[in-house]
T-cell receptor
Framework: NAGVTQTPKFRILKIGQSMTLQCTQDMNHNYMYWYRQDPGMGLKLIYY???????DKGEVPNGYNVSRSTTEDFPLRLELAAPSQTSVYFC???????????FGSGTRLTVV | RKEVEQDPGPFNVPEGATVAFNCTYSNSASQSFFWYRQDCRKEPKLLMSVYSSGNEDGRFTAQLNRASQYISLLIRDSKLSDSATYLC???????????FGKGTRLSVIA
């Protein structure tokens, strides 16, 4: 089982550029999440989804968008990259909302 | 008051030592509790769930005190490989995302 797969692993963006962080899981989990983690800080929830076609904002959604057209995929879109979005982004999935999460290996994004 | 609070550490302990981490949570309606481990520059991984009756997995013991809204993790006979950040995690309900503490960093020294 691949679990949760994130691509790319690393990316450098210029201010104002856009990009999509990809996340896919093969465990047939209904719940999927996007977190960001700044150096020395905890995980902050950006968006989450409880099933295909349903998404909800988390703690820090500004500057991001998501979609959930299939159970497997939950891409995160940055429209106009800003230096404040420099962070490590983790995607996760779970069978139910209060089950333990399986995380992807993360995407390290630098905005310059 | 922050939702999930942990002592950030770092805790520097010699091999073989016993170390305990504490965590407090603010929402008394919280239902599920976990400890995650995060190695440097890696993703968090589930270490163990925490039950009201307490649970043990080898050298690791987790305890929950609902009355005090307090969770603990005890590591016995510390190994060099236990060096990591330990995240305290709480769920308010089955439909809301987990809330992560900032983590406690542990360094086990030879």
């Amino acid at each position: 089982n691949a679990g949760v797969t994130q691509t790319p692993k690393f990316r450098i963006l210029k201010i104002g550029q856009s990009m999509t962080l990809q996340c896919t899981q093969d465990m047939n989990h209904n719940y999927m999440y996007w977190y960001r983690q700044d150096p020395g800080m905890g995980l902050k929830l950006i968006y989450y989804s409880v099933g295909a076609g349903i998404t909800d904002k988390g703690e820090v959604p500004n500057g991001y968008n998501v979609s959930r057209s299939t159970t497997e995929d939950f891409p995160l879109r940055l429209e106009l990259a800003a230096p404040s979005q420099t962070s490590v982004y983790f995607c996760a999935s779970s069978k139910q909302g209060d089950y333990g999460y399986t995380f992807g290996s993360g995407t390290r994004l630098t905005v310059v | 008051r922050k939702e999930v609070e942990q002592d950030p550490g770092p805790f520097n302990v010699p091999e073989g030592a016993t170390v305990a981490f504490n965590c407090t949570y603010s929402n008394s309606a919280s239902q599920s509790f976990f400890w995650y481990r995060q190695d440097c520059r890696k993703e968090p991984k589930l270490l163990m769930s925490v039950y009201s009756s307490g649970n043990e997995d080898g050298r690791f013991t987790a305890q929950l005190n609902r009355a005090s809204q307090y969770i603990s993790l005890l590591i016995r006979d510390s190994k060099l490989s236990d060096s990591a950040t330990y995240l305290c995690v709480v769920s308010y309900s089955g439909n809301t995302p987990l809330v992560f503490g900032k983590g406690t960093r542990l360094s086990v020294i030879a």
